[in-house]
């Protein structure tokens, strides 16, 4: 499945944007999804991610409850809602889809595909 992050930008903090990653695979909703972010210097760090159906989700705890992933396998999109962004959200943001549905959905390594990633900048 081939994927394509859109929808990043410049905000202040608090505000919010909203991510998508469209997919041009068939068999999108047959994969689970996930969100990645990597800031300058830093590793890649898991954000959240979705099972198959939607029915699942999960976060990392410096997301949670500020971030919503979401995904409409009609629309084969997946979407990534972040609000009250602060500058440590400041990163390139990239889609991921793992087809073994593997049970650790935070390590990057478990997911096949990836999306060429869009960048976040948040300014305080």
């Known amino acids: 499945v081939q994927l394509q992050a859109s929808g990043g930008g410049l905000v202040q903090a608090g505000g919010s944007l909203r991510l998508s990653c469209a997919s041009s695979?068939?068999?999108?909703?047959?994969?689970?999804l996930g969100w990645f972010r990597q800031a300058p210097g830093k590793e890649r760090e898991f954000v959240a991610a979705?099972?198959?159906?939607?029915?699942?989700?999960y976060y990392a705890d410096s997301v949670r409850g500020r971030f919503t992933i979401s995904r409409d396998n009609a629309k084969n999109t997946l979407y990534l809602q972040m609000s009250s962004l602060q500058p440590e959200d400041t990163a390139v943001y990239f889609c991921?889809?793992?087809?073994?549905?593997?049970?650790?959905?935070?390590?990057?390594?478990?997911?096949?595909?990836w999306g060429q990633g869009t960048q976040v900048t948040v300014s305080s």
């Open positions: 991921a889809a793992d087809g073994k549905w593997s049970v650790d959905y935070s390590v990057a390594s478990n997911y096949d595909n």
């Open positions: 979705i099972v198959w159906s939607g029915g699942t989700t």
């Open positions: 695979g068939r068999l999108f909703s047959s994969y689970n």
